[in-house]
């Protein structure tokens, strides 16, 4: 069992900036894909940025340029720098671990999970 806990979120003001911290257990830590997912209200989860065992990344079109995600495996640590906020980026963020490294975007690709961290974005 993976346990991820995400911590780091909070309110800002629009065109500021959030550091997400996601750690995660486990001995192999290294080897997994983590994933970042956020879920405003009514809305579906989805997809905001991934990073695999070797650091390769990815980002969804809505927050490309703006946000980077990176990794301290000494740490057990995964990062989401989130730059240039928007009103629209505000959700309950959500951080995932793939042991497998399928290095997904869609949440069932991923097995843990966090219990997410709010961040509101205010004008």
């Known amino acids: 069992q993976v346990q991820v806990v995400e911590s780091g979120g909070g309110l800002v003001q629009a065109g500021g900036s959030l550091r997400l911290s996601c750690a995660a257990s486990g001995r192999t830590f290294s080897m997994y894909a983590m994933g970042w997912f956020r879920q405003a209200p009514g809305k579906e989860r989805e997809f905001v940025a991934r990073?695999?065992?070797?650091?390769?990344?990815n980002f969804a079109d809505s927050v490309k340029g703006r946000f980077t995600i990176s990794r301290e495996n000494a740490k057990n640590t995964v990062y989401l720098q989130m730059n240039r906020l928007k009103l629209e980026d505000t959700a309950v963020y959500y951080c995932a671990a793939d042991p497998r490294d399928r290095y997904g975007s869609r949440p069932y690709d991923y097995d843990y999970w966090g219990q997410g961290t709010q961040v509101t974005v205010s004008s």
């Open positions: 990073i695999n065992r070797s650091g390769t990344t």
